[in-house]
């Protein structure tokens, strides 16, 4: 595990964008699985000034978020295919064609989750996957369960998640309680892993997470086994956290 250490939010931010960016230069075409929520919205809004000013192309990039909740179509405001063309993708030459999403009009959990996965292994996997850091340890919707979730599935969101996203929501009875997430193989697969953590509320799930042991208790401890995993992490996020490395 590699760990940047950052300032504050914005410095976070920058240093995931800064690799996202190194990405997409080398490899034009390069696949990006993508996140929602509020960790990556500073980094998307970083690239997205990256490329108004000419220095990253977008063209050829494809793309494969982590999840959608079941129930929720792209015209929804609440729905994750919203969030993204409205954070990021109506705001970048990423052809909409290329981008991918987990259909949460889908009733069919068996098929949607199948042709999910089909999508990924299409693309040839995934070069780089951005990911932020649930409060319970989840990463996608893997919730925390006595064993890691090998691809696309429906999952049922546990209280924690639900209490965390009421944010978005008019009431709490709004959050949908299931959704379609990619598994933990589909994201162990990527190449390249780069995940964004910031702010206090973080830092004690951040410490288990990474600085103890690897269980489907705490689903994103098994990036401690990626061989290329970098946590960008800011001071507050890291206030539980003694060691440096
Ligand atoms: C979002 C996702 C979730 C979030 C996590 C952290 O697509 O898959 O795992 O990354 O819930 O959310 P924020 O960044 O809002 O704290």
């Not at 299409?122 to 369960?145: K, M, R």
Request: charged content about 20%; glycine content about 8%.
């Amino acid at each position: 595990m590699k760990l940047i250490r950052a300032r504050d939010y914005d410095h976070m931010s920058r240093q995931a964008a800064n690799i996202i960016s190194a990405q997409v230069i080398l490899k034009p075409d390069s696949v990006l699985g993508l996140a929602t929520g509020s960790s990556p919205i500073g980094t998307y809004r970083q690239l997205i000034d990256w490329y108004r000013k000419g220095d990253i192309d977008f063209s050829q990039v494809r793309t494969v978020n982590l999840d959608e909740y079941v129930g929720l179509g792209p015209e929804n405001v609440q729905s994750y295919a919203w969030f993204m063309r409205h954070n990021f993708f109506d705001h970048i030459n990423l052809p909409i064609g290329n981008t991918n999403i987990p259909d949460g009009t889908n009733p069919d959990a068996a098929a949607e989750c199948a042709r999910y996965d089909r999508v990924i292994r299409g693309l040839g996997g995934i070069d780089l996957q951005l990911l932020g850091l649930g409060p319970n340890g989840h990463i996608g919707f893997n919730e925390p369960d006595e064993f890691f979730d090998k691809g696309t599935h429906r999952v049922a969101l546990r209280e924690a998640t639900i209490q965390a996203n009421k944010r978005f929501f008019d009431r709490e009875e709004d959050v949908p309680r299931f959704a379609y997430t990619m598994g933990i193989c589909d994201i162990m697969q990527a190449s390249r892993v780069v995940m964004v953590v910031s702010g206090a509320s973080k830092a004690a799930i951040l410490r288990e997470a990474f600085f103890g042991p690897v269980t489907p208790r705490v689903p994103a401890s098994i990036l401690q086994l990626h061989k290329h995993f970098t946590l960008v992490a800011d001071e507050e996020a890291l206030g539980e956290v003694a060691v440096s490395c």
